[in-house]
């Protein structure tokens, strides 16, 4: 089935509405955005509420019309294709179950739409439900099932129709913690499985993190940054991303010595090193620097010293707060090796060089 | 300057470009477009026409051309002025104490812990299921010329009762219960931790109901004012009945027509009513509601903690005591007297009355029945289609569509009616004396009560549940019919009742459309009141209310056996 899957394609799309209240003005949702989803990719959008992640899904469904740009599913523009003739799957934050249908009336929904072969649907309804691991189920009612079993009914639906595009919205919002982390893992192994190509919203980093082939950061209806997860986290283009996503430190330097090719050398607490550089740092006149928690060490041999301000203890690590040179900064200790250190202590701390990364501070008035 | 202008241009042309994209996908969903259509020519036929024409011919005479003379005609040759006082001073006495009766009514039951509550607010259900002036005969009946407290217990004789007093009593009993559901609701969802945060801060109980609770619900108020206010100014029944020498718009523009067949100056009355109504309505939907301080976040609000201090509940308790054993006593009395031989000569008990109506209404409750019965689903079935329109779609026109549909509804009854007459009295359109005009009155009378149930229960469908259709691949039509209407079905059957039982009972839309060949129960009780027959009067009442209590019945029977498994799968 992979062999067939086709890409998407946003091409500098905008979506305005009108302004609350005053009806003359026009607020963009989503600006100037193109996306570029590869055959059999998972992408994921990611962003605060309101950043716009949820109109693009709209508009790659045919709920929302486009206010200017393209929207490619494979080789056709589909800005002006009703949502019942893109052949896309949707998965809804609700689930959207039928309520009035039981489960195999849901699945099968679809492929009766398409006119198919009696004896067809009940083969590949049946073939879905076994794959999601839900054949048992298939006289039941949507609400005599659990919230895990009501997302693979979902599923089940969205992908036997065979769509060209998966679109999930927020799709395990409402699933509780252990049960979310579990079904992330099922969803995306199923996406790879059928090699289907789906854009994923989602506002949780870890989720987005875990099962995508590329996240798009997204802030006020623009992306901030399109990258791996690993990318994103280790090197965010800006403040913003690199506070939104983790947990960032941001550390004034003392001097900044250069800056080429992707590296800087600056001095730090009055030690001299090189760390990695964000490419808006370019033109930029004031710098700061992002140290991730978990990337500063207690070690007796340390370049600086610090003061605990706070200690905290969470099970998976311990989390100091800590003052170097006047400056306030979290530190999180996996290795939880230092047990007898309290609040008040002065500690011999350094940092792992290169995972520093110099970012210039004024990039976020660029909105 | 300039550059702001060109700023301006650009900004109105991408709205018209996305007009002419929202046309253009239109235009793509073939099913969409044609229910939009249709539904338009409909309500433009039945909502809008009708009053147009109505407008049109008041100012035209026979011939077509425009002329004044039924201007001039009733401000001089008419006592048109003083019924215009006397209706909008009826208008707003009514209005204001039926809300005062409504808030107390409300307050007494949402608030404190007077017992019986389940009792009291089915007694106030009473006015709204029974026909319009039932209350307006047992005021006769019990306080008339030869009424059975007047003359038989207090020995006056002649007592007249025909005027503004008793008038103003009976709208202000069957019209307060509008205000006390409309106050209730407001009461249910104000959250009651704010009246306790004023409490806690100490103000006694006074200060808070002062200071909190009526500020809060004023919106409530208001809105109760205004449509009590419009409900008085357009009734028929009652006035027709009590008003005597206390001459008010609505029965003016009756008599124009029936007494003096004076069309044209009867429609120039009605539409004369139109306005104040109209504008009451107007300033209910689109300024009093917006200002409404409850917000609905889907939470359930707190516990209501209920006033228990005797020296509140007890006289609340009193108050609503005296009121439902007045409006009790009202419905003994028709259902008495239904049963006396000459009412006021031999007071002998028998079946006449009912022998006398099954003989010679057997026709009327037959037609009533079947109107009403052909009506109702009728009503159902439109007014989900628009409730669908209107909440899920967007078209452009959807603001007029909504207006349409509530236009029959807000404008009086005898406007409608006289606008039907002279709408469809001619080919093609030649409906006078038809079945069909008549149901298409009650129709489009009750739509928005179709429309706003309907909408109700589907603000409560997750949206997402159609959209997932719709991604499957199912057209607007087939969401429509697979999704849609079975998940609404259940909730709009108790919308069912209601317009079931105002279309049973309606008198002021239907009383020009009735005929020979197809007559109404109300329009039977209303002469009967005219000839004197009080017992039969009384009979076909109760035999009324008794076909709206059936019917109620067999709904709720048949909502329980057809969706009772479902419903409980939705809740």
Not at chain 2, 228 to 254: H, T
């Given at each position: 089935m992979s062999s067939n899957a086709v890409g998407v394609k946003i091409k500098n799309v905008s979506k305005t509405f009108p302004a609350y209240g005053n009806k003359s003005k026009e607020i963009y949702a989503v600006k100037n955005v193109s996306i570029d989803i590869e055959p059999g990719q998972l992408v994921t959008l990611l962003g605060p509420s309101g950043c716009g992640k949820t109109t693009i899904l709209r508009m790659i469904a045919g709920f929302l019309i486009p206010t200017s740009g393209e929207i490619y599913i494979?080789?056709?523009?589909?800005?002006?294709?009703?949502?019942?003739?893109?052949?896309?799957?949707?998965?809804?934050?609700?689930?959207?179950?039928?309520?009035?249908?039981?489960?195999?009336?849901?699945?099968?929904?679809?492929?009766?739409?398409?006119?198919?072969?009696?004896?067809?649907?009940?083969?590949?309804?049946?073939?879905?439900?076994?794959?999601?691991?839900?054949?048992?189920?298939?006289?039941?009612?949507?609400?005599?099932?659990?919230?895990?079993?009501?997302?693979?009914?979902?599923?089940?639906?969205?992908?036997?129709?065979?769509?060209?595009?998966?679109?999930?919205?927020?799709?395990?919002?409402?699933?509780?913690?252990?049960?979310?982390?579990?079904?992330?893992?099922?969803?995306?192994?199923?996406?790879q499985r059928v090699g289907i190509t789906s854009l994923y919203v989602t506002h949780d980093q870890s989720e987005a993190m875990a099962i995508s082939d590329k996240v798009i950061i997204m802030r006020h209806g623009m992306i901030e940054q399109v990258g791996t997860a690993m990318e994103i986290y280790s090197k965010p283009r800006n403040v913003f991303v690199a506070d939104f996503i983790g947990k960032a430190n941001f550390v004034k330097v003392d001097e900044v010595k250069d800056i080429s090719n992707g590296y800087a050398n600056i001095v730090l607490f009055g030690h001299e090193m090189n760390i990695t550089a964000a490419e808006n740092c370019k033109d930029a006149e004031s710098f700061t620097c992002m140290i991730r928690p978990e990337n500063i060490v207690i070690t007796p041999d340390g370049r600086f010293t610090a003061l605990v301000t706070a200690k905290a203890y969470f099970g998976q690590y311990v989390q100091y707060m800590l003052n170097i040179n006047g400056q306030d900064i979290e530190l999180m200790d996996f290795s939880q090796t230092n047990t007898n250190i309290s609040e008040g202590d002065k500690i011999r701390v350094d940092v792992m060089e290169s995972s520093l990364r110099l970012i210039a501070s004024d990039s976020k008035k660029e909105c | 300057m300039e550059a702001v202008a060109s700023v301006e241009k650009t900004k109105f042309s991408r709205r018209w470009d996305m007009k002419r994209k929202e046309f253009l996908m239109l235009l793509r969903q073939p099913g969409l477009l044609l229910a939009v259509l249709i539904v338009f020519a409909i309500l433009f036929l039945f909502c809008v026409y009708p009053l147009i024409r109505l407008f049109i011919s008041c100012l035209t005479d026979e011939s077509g051309n425009i002329n004044f003379n039924n201007i001039r005609y009733i401000f001089t040759k008419t006592d048109y002025f003083r019924a215009f006082w006397n209706s909008i001073k009826l208008g707003a006495f009514v209005g204001v104490f039926a809300t005062i009766v409504g808030y107390i009514y409300a307050f007494a039951i949402k608030r404190t812990a007077i017992p019986g509550k389940k009792f009291f607010n089915m007694m106030a259900m009473f006015p709204i299921l029974s026909p319009p002036f039932v209350i307006s005969l047992a005021?006769?009946?019990?306080?008339?010329?030869?009424?059975?407290?007047?003359?038989?217990?207090?020995?006056?004789?002649?007592?007249?009762?025909?005027?503004?007093?008793?008038?103003?009593?009976?709208?202000?009993?069957?019209?307060?219960?509008?205000?006390?559901?409309?106050?209730?609701?407001?009461?249910?969802?104000?959250?009651?931790?704010?009246?306790?945060?004023?409490?806690?801060?100490?103000?006694?109980?006074?200060?808070?109901?002062?200071?909190?609770?009526?500020?809060?619900?004023?919106?409530?108020?208001?809105?109760?004012?205004?449509?009590?206010?419009?409900?008085?100014?357009?009734?028929?029944?009652?006035?027709?009945?009590?008003?005597?020498?206390?001459?008010?718009?609505?029965?003016?523009?009756?008599?124009?027509?029936?007494?003096?067949?004076?069309?044209?100056?009867?429609?120039?009355?009605?539409?004369?009513?139109?306005?104040?109504?109209?504008?009451?309505?107007?300033?209910?939907?689109?300024?009093?509601?917006?200002?409404?301080?409850?917000?609905?976040?889907?939470?359930?609000?707190?516990?209501?903690?209920?006033?228990?201090?005797?020296?509140?509940?007890?006289?609340?308790?009193?108050?609503?005591?005296?009121?439902?054993?007045?409006?009790?006593?009202?419905?003994?009395?028709?259902?008495?007297?239904?049963?006396?031989?000459?009412?006021?000569?031999?007071?002998?008990?028998?079946?006449?009355?009912?022998?006398?109506?099954?003989k010679r209404g057997a026709n009327a409750i037959k037609d009533t029945l079947f109107l009403s019965a052909i009506s109702t689903p009728v009503t159902a079935q439109l007014g989900m289609l628009i409730s669908y329109l209107l909440i899920r779609k967007n078209f452009i026109g959807k603001k007029l569509m909504s207006i349409s549909t509530i236009l029959p509804f807000a404008v009086p009854g005898i406007a409608l009616g006289i606008g039907y007459i002279v709408s469809f009295n001619t080919k093609p359109l030649l409906l006078t004396g038809t079945a069909f005009i008549i149901i298409t009155a009650m129709v489009f009378r009750t739509l928005s009560i179709g429309v706003e149930t309907g909408s109700n229960s589907l603000r409560q469908v997750d949206p997402s549940i159609e959209e997932a259709a719709t991604v499957l691949g199912a057209s607007n039509v087939r969401v429509f019919f697979n999704i849609s209407l079975p998940i609404m079905k259940s909730a709009l059957f108790s919308g069912l009742v209601n317009t079931f039982v105002r279309s049973m009972t309606s008198i002021s839309a239907v009383i020009f459309l009735v005929s020979v060949n197809w007559n109404l129960l109300t329009v039977s009780i209303l002469s009967e009141i005219e000839s004197q027959r009080m017992s039969a009067a009384c009979a076909y009442c109760v035999a009324l209310m008794v076909l709206v209590v059936l019917a109620i019945a067999v709904l709720e029977l048949l909502v329980k056996q057809i969706f009772g498994r479902r419903r409980k799968i939705y809740e």
């Open positions: 494979g080789d056709k523009e589909v800005s002006k294709v009703p949502p019942n003739k893109r052949n896309v799957g949707m998965m809804f934050q609700s689930y959207a179950l039928f309520p009035h249908m039981n489960v195999y009336d849901n699945v099968a929904y679809g492929l009766k739409l398409k006119h198919m072969d009696k004896n067809e649907i009940k083969d590949r309804v049946e073939n879905i439900l076994s794959l999601m691991q839900i054949g048992d189920y298939k006289n039941n009612m949507p609400n005599e099932l659990s919230g895990g079993q009501q997302q693979r009914v979902a599923l089940a639906r969205a992908v036997v129709t065979e769509p060209s595009v998966l679109l999930f919205d927020e799709p395990l919002s409402n699933l509780d913690a252990k049960l979310r982390e579990y079904m992330r893992g099922e969803l995306r192994k199923i996406q | 005021v006769i009946l019990l306080f008339g010329r030869s009424g059975i407290i007047t003359k038989n217990i207090l020995g006056i004789e002649g007592n007249n009762i025909y005027g503004f007093t008793w008038l103003a009593i009976v709208q202000i009993l069957s019209l307060f219960p509008l205000s006390y559901l409309n106050i209730s609701g407001m009461l249910e969802s104000l959250d009651s931790s704010i009246e306790n945060a004023s409490r806690s801060l100490g103000a006694s109980r006074l200060k808070v109901f002062l200071t909190v609770t009526v500020p809060l619900s004023l919106p409530a108020i208001l809105s109760s004012l205004l449509i009590v206010f419009a409900k008085s100014l357009c009734d028929l029944g009652n006035p027709q009945v009590l008003a005597g020498d206390y001459n008010v718009l609505s029965v003016s523009a009756y008599l124009q027509i029936v007494g003096l067949y004076n069309l044209k100056t009867g429609s120039l009355i009605a539409l004369t009513i139109l306005l104040p109504c109209m504008l009451a309505y107007i300033i209910q939907n689109y300024w009093v509601s917006k200002r409404s301080y409850v917000t609905i976040t889907g939470k359930a609000t707190g516990q209501v903690e209920l006033i228990t201090e005797p020296h509140i509940v007890i006289p609340l308790f009193i108050i609503l005591v005296l009121l439902t054993a007045f409006t009790i006593l009202m419905y003994g009395t028709v259902i008495y007297v239904s049963f006396v031989k000459t009412w006021g000569v031999n007071w002998t008990l028998t079946l006449d009355s009912y022998k006398f109506i099954l």
